[in-house]
Structures are given as structure tokens and as C-alpha cells.
């Protein structure tokens, strides 16, 4: 199912655009808060050396983005690592697509309607969406907020596609649902729940979602470049999951009115960010957010994918440092945000892995796939920790071989991720997705079961199995 990944007070600034010698620039905004330097050097050593790993990272083809650090809301480092200078000042100033970040604007709408008596976070989803009246028993707005309802993602629903309306989102609930988990029993990333957030946020506040947001939200908060893109969402349009653009600065208002509690009191945000109990496996997502101690301190984050484009946000609430993250293409956000607060604390830092799906692809092109398959294996045994092998790289590399019409070498790929990544759901879901494009209906068949044994709530598994048992019987 995954394819491949398609800087106030007290502080000096100096802003400057550098051509380095493999023409990469940099179009930075470097705070120099002087009551703050460190013992490890100065401010300005400290983003030179933020500065450096982005640009190692883009000479990999691994980054092109922009990067907000600060602390206790003043910028301590402000920069955007890209081919040319207009490339670089763009991804500065340019709103770009957020993705999932949305989902924490859609939790805070979801918590202030709760402080206003509109809602309350035990409600059964079905008290405010009466057609779920009878299909999500026992769901309410908390297993929603921290994806813990059951209800599966909008690709294992079989409605991730552009355009689909929230009478979609409805109707393969009401289809599927004797097939899902019982709420409260597993945390799974649902972006369908979130969609139904949007919808009781317009139910519970009696006015669209997004005029909720512009209201409520972001004039308050003076977020200028932060809105719907492009442009207000209409009725029976999905929205609550994704689909706000943002930049840098506008989500450093954002941290900032969120360490001062200006949108909710101080009580709300913090039994917010406490993580949902589950009964099966661990979970580390509260309302909106990501939740875990690090280094001692409460770190909370959330990453966003959607377009070809790539968020992030980090705030540690002891420290208040936070990092904001807007890339082009494919990062290592979160290896990028822990290297960064360890440069911030002059400790040796873990350079971000490199994408080993990015390099099987680069030496295909040129050698083939055997010669790329062997130096995964070569490189696999020798830098297990340069590259990343995770289950959705060669997942991936399975995809563009597909995505350009080359099967028979696809399903290699595939069935060497199912051998690495045995207790996969997904991987043996796309397994299946390759050999069933290939006519191969009875392995397809033996690759989707294995994935619905693995994941019963895999809704597309499911789906297909049905269809290619129907074929074979006819």
C-alpha cells in the first residue's frame, strides 16, 4: 500500500545567502540571543553546524526544505536549504502544504468546543453524526482524537483518492464496520477519524470547519499564511485530517500560543498530551499529538506527508525548544529534529540515515536491478545504520518498478520485502497488489490472506481477496 516517497527580543539577527562549491544555497535568519551562548560555542557555530548537516543531507538528494529552531519562542535558527536563491527564499516565505500537522488545529477546535460545553470527549461519535447511530458502537470523540476507534485509514477503507466527500467516509463506515476492531483496543493512525472530527467540530459549533479555524484560531493567533488550500473547503468536503498550508513562521505562532496557553487553559493542553491506554500494544498519541519523555522532558511532535511535500513540529515543554521542519520530497524529519537538539547541547549527533530505496533506485537506472539488489544486500551488512532499511523502502522501490510497467521485476522487490518484513501486513498487501496486476490470481490470493492474518482490520486486503475469490469462482 505505501509508494515510494513521491528565526524578537534580545536577539541579533543577520541574514545572508551563501553559494556553496556544489551550488547549494542557503537563505538564512540566524538569532544570536547572547545571554544564551553556549559553552560549546557560540550561536552562530551552533547553526553552521545545523546548516552543514542539511547541506550534506541535500548533496544526498535527502533534504530541500526550510528549518525554524527556537527557544522559548525567539529564533535561534531560520534557514532553507535549496538549489538557487529563489528556490531557497521561496520555501521560506511560500505556504506549503502541512498535511497531519493539521490534525493538532483540529484537536484544539475539538478542546475548546469541549471548554465552551458544545461537546465532551466521552460523547459516542453517533450523538453528533446520527448516521453512525447504530454502526460505531461504543466509539466516542476520545478513541477519534487518539486513533484508537478502530476505525481503519481512508487507503484501507478504499476511498483514498482526490476529491472523495465526506458521504464516502460515511458510506464505506456504515459497509465495513462489522470488520473493525473494537474501540479502545489498539492505537492505528486513522485519518478517517480525524474527518469525523471535522465533521462534529461543524455539528457541535453550528458553523463550517474551516470558518471555525479562521475564526477561532488563526486571526487570533495573526497565522496570515496559514489556510485551506486552495481556498475554503465546501460542504460535504473532507477536512479535519489535512489540507492546510503553512510556513515556518506562521507555525512558530503556533508553538508559541501553545506554551502560552492562549487557546485553551493550561489544565486542557496538559490532560491533552496525556497518550491513550490501550489494551493491546503500546500507544504514544494524546489529542492531536504525539506524546513521549525525552531526556527527561515531555517531547510532543507530528510529522505531515501529502503532495510530494513533507512537516514537522517538535516542542520539548521543559527546555521550550522547539523545531519546525518544511521539506520538498521525501526527510528524515525526525533524525533531523533529534540531531538538531543535540547540536543544541554540543553532544555528538547520529547523522540522519540515508534512504536506501533512493540509492537501489539511483543504481537501477543505471545498472539494473540485479546490481541494485546486491548492493542493498553489500550495503545491508556493511552501513546498517547509514541507510534506512525499514519495510517502506524496498516497498517503495516495488512501486516505481510497477509504476513503470515493469511487473515480473516489481514482484521481486516485493517478495524480497515479505521475506525481510515476515509479520508485515502491508508489505504482503502490496505483495498481493503486484502479482494481482500480473494475473498471478492464486498467489495474489495466498499474499492478501497472509496480510488479513496479519491485520484483520486490513480493510484492503479484504476487499481484494473477496474480488479475486469471486474471479476464480466464475
Do not use: C
Not at 505562532?253 to 500494544?281: F, S, Y
Not at 510497467?405 to 517478495?415: C, D, K, L, S
Amino acid at each position: 500500500m505505501l509508494t515510494f516517497p513521491h528565526l524578537h527580543q534580545g536577539v541579533t539577527l543577520r541574514a545572508f545567502t551563501s553559494w556553496l562549491a556544489v551550488g547549494i544555497v542557503s537563505w538564512a535568519w540566524i538569532g544570536v540571543p547572547m545571554a544564551q551562548a553556549r559553552q560549546q560555542g557560540s550561536a552562530t557555530s551552533v547553526a553552521e553546524t545545523i546548516r552543514q548537516m542539511l547541506v550534506e543531507l541535500h548533496e544526498h538528494g535527502e533534504f530541500t526544505g526550510a528549518v525554524l529552531v527556537a527557544r522559548d519562542g525567539a529564533v535561534l535558527y531560520r534557514d532553507a536549504i535549496a538549489s538557487t536563491p529563489d528556490e531557497a527564499k521561496k520555501l521560506i516565505v511560500t505556504p506549503t502544504t502541512i498535511a497531519s500537522l493539521a490534525k493538532g488545529f483540529t484537536a484544539m477546535a475539538v478542546m475548546m468546543l469541549a471548554e465552551r460545553g458544545k461537546l465532551g470527549y466521552d460523547d459516542a461519535v453517533g450523538r453528533h453524526i446520527p448516521e453512525f447511530a447504530d454502526a460505531l458502537p461504543g466509539v466516542t470523540i476520545r478513541h477519534l482524537l487518539t486513533h484508537t476507534s478502530g476505525i481503519p485509514d481512508v487507503g484501507d477503507l478504499g476511498i483514498d483518492r482526490p476529491g472523495v466527500q465526506e458521504r464516502d467516509v460515511v458510506a464505506a463506515i456504515r459497509t465495513n464496520h462489522a470488520h473493525f476492531a473494537r474501540p479502545g483496543i489498539r492505537y492505528r493512525y486513522s485519518n478517517t477519524g480525524y474527518i469525523l472530527l471535522g465533521m462534529i467540530v461543524e455539528s457541535a459549533s453550528q458553523r463550517a470547519f474551516d470558518q471555525f479555524l479562521q475564526t477561532e484560531i488563526l486571526q487570533p493567533l495573526d497565522m496570515r499564511s496559514t489556510r485551506p488550500d486552495p481556498g475554503p473547503r465546501g460542504a460535504g468536503e473532507t477536512k479535519g485530517d489535512s489540507g492546510l498550508v503553512s510556513t515556518v513562521d506562521d507555525l512558530l505562532k503556533w508553538d508559541r500560543a501553545l506554551a502560552a496557553n492562549t487557546l485553551v487553559r493550561a489544565e486542557t493542553l496538559t490532560n491533552a498530551l496525556v497518550p491513550a491506554k490501550v489494551a493491546e500494544g503500546e500507544s504514544a498519541y494524546a489529542f492531536g499529538w504525539n506524546v513521549a519523555t525525552r531526556d527527561g522532558d515531555t517531547y510532543m511532535w507530528h510529522t505531515g506527508n501529502a503532495q510530494g511535500q513533507r512537516a514537522f513540529i517538535g516542542r520539548r515543554l521543559r527546555e521550550r525548544t522547539t523545531v519546525i521542519i518544511l521539506t520538498r520530497g521525501n526527510s528524515r524529519r525526525l533524525e533531523i529534529a533529534d540531531a538538531i537538539v543535540s547540536i543544541l547541547h554540543g553532544r555528538p549527533y547520529d547523522p540522519p540515515p540515508l534512504s536506501i530505496g533512493r540509492r537501489v533506485v539511483a543504481i537501477m537506472d543505471t545498472k539494473g536491478l540485479d546490481a541494485a539488489l546486491a548492493e542493498y544486500e553489500r550495503l545491508r551488512a556493511a552501513q546498517p545504520k547509514r541507510y534506512d532499511f525499514s519495510e517502506p523502502e524496498l516497498n517503495g522501490v516495488g512501486y516505481t518498478l510497477l509504476d513503470r510497467g515493469r511487473q515480473a521485476e516489481a514482484i521481486r522487490v516485493f517478495e524480497l520485502n515479505v521475506r525481510q518484513f515476515p509479520k508485515s501486513s502491508n508489505a504482503f498487501d502490496s505483495f498481493g497488489d503486484a502479482l494481482s496486476r500480473t494475473g498471478r490470481r492464486d498467489e495474489a490470493i495466498r499474499a492478501y490472506s497472509r496480510a488479513l492474518e496479519l491485520d484483520p482490520a486490513n480493510v484492503n486486503a479484504r476487499s481484494m481477496l473477496e474480488k479475486l475469490k469471486q474471479a476464480q469462482a466464475r
